[in-house]
């Protein structure tokens, strides 16, 4: 199904110009709002969509891996292992941004394929019940925890003054970090749920589920009108702030709905007219796990001792950007010639094959 390995292409994309576009540029001259930048505006927006994407398309991949296989419990938790220890060497080399208490993409993504042999014997209403108890309580762990409204990088890293200073991991983990369990592991729960339909190839059923979760975001946009305090379990489940961090149960519905579109329209479309191996987004897809890993050390971490860090002038930083990423898809349209040997990909099928 290489319409899955385009849309990891995909989100290889919007996460690389994202994150780049604010790593390089130095940011508005005096006198100038950011929205004199409309680009980088749009560039920054459309990033917004890699991390819903990546952990979808984890619980879509692991959910076919499960289906294909007799015995694919001991894999899915090796895979499971490797990609949270691949999420604690990116924190490990980007002490900048991350903390051994961080919880990134990764993170995420590891726990859901540890967790997948006991998920994969429920039935389909019990992930969607899973996935809708994910959100529902969201609001209710931030009130209780009490998240603050707008999370910075110092205290998702367990760092900043006002951090947590009891169970500060696991409270990351949960509610508190970039990508915490609440409210996002319901990407990987859809994923799971999606990949059984694109298995069957109903992708009728993977539409549908993409309406339900934009229905679910629309009823939270509906009931912002209550005017419910910001600092309440309502006002948490409801919020539209962007960035995203703290995340809301509405803002992830909204998502979810357009990366569950998204996935549905280009696996039909993979369908009509079958892609390539060598297609130019499979083969960056391909190599998605090895991009994220080095384009962060790259972008985050190197460029600070060599002075490059949020440096750049906008037309600077977007040369930049575009070279790394044709660079970026040149490089794995030849690497998959050996089969992207030796990058992480390569190793978390030789670690957990």
Do not use: C
């Not at 994407?53 to 499960?66: D, N, R």
């Not at 899915?76 to 490990?92: D, E, K, N, Q």
């Not at 990764?106 to 996935?131: I, Y």
């Not at 993979?270 to 191996?277: A, C, I, Q, V």
């Amino acid at each position: 199904m290489l319409g899955l390995d385009a849309l990891r292409g995909v989100a290889v994309f919007l996460m690389i110009e994202q994150h780049l576009g604010v790593w390089l540029w130095r940011g508005p001259n005096p006198g100038e709002q950011l929205s004199d930048y409309p680009v980088l505006l749009v560039f920054n927006a459309l990033g917004g969509g890699a991390a819903p994407a990546f952990v979808t398309l984890a619980g879509i991949g692991a959910s076919l891996l499960a289906g294909k296989r007799e015995r694919p419990d001991a894999t899915l938790v090796l895979r499971g292992i490797v990609v949270l220890g691949f999420g604690y060497l990116l924190s490990f080399l980007t002490p900048s941004w991350f903390s051994w208490q961080s919880w990134f993409v990764l993170h995420l993504m590891g726990l859901g394929m540890l967790v997948t042999p006991a998920l994969r014997r429920l039935p389909s209403s019990a992930l969607l019940g899973l996935g809708l108890a994910t959100l529902a309580v969201t609001g209710v762990v931030q009130a209780k925890l009490g998240v603050p409204l707008v999370l910075d990088n110092p205290y998702m890293s367990g760092r900043a003054a006002n951090s947590p200073t009891q169970w500060t991991a696991l409270r990351i983990a949960v509610a508190e970090g970039q990508f915490p369990i609440f409210p996002w592991f319901s990407f990987y729960l859809a994923g799971l749920l999606a990949g059984r339909w694109i298995a069957k190839d109903e992708l009728g059923r993977v539409a549908g589920l993409a309406g339900a979760a934009l229905g679910v975001g629309l009823v939270g946009v509906g009931l912002r009108s209550l005017g419910a305090a910001p600092d309440t379990a309502l006002g948490r489940s409801t919020a539209l702030r962007v960035p995203f961090f703290p995340a809301s149960p509405t803002l992830v519905a909204l998502l979810l709905g357009a990366v569950l579109l998204g996935i549905a329209g280009v696996m039909a479309w993979d369908r009509r007219r079958p892609m390539s191996e060598r297609h130019l987004l499979v083969t960056l897809g391909r190599a998605s796990l090895t991009l994220l890993i080095v384009h962060v050390w790259l972008f985050r971490e190197a460029t600070r001792p060599l002075g490059a860090w949020q440096s750049l002038e906008v037309g600077q930083a977007l040369a930049v950007l575009l070279g790394f990423l044709a660079l970026a898809t040149a490089g794995s349209w030849l690497w998959q010639r050996v089969g992207y040997r030796y990058g992480a990909e390569w190793l978390l099928r030789k670690l957990a094959p």
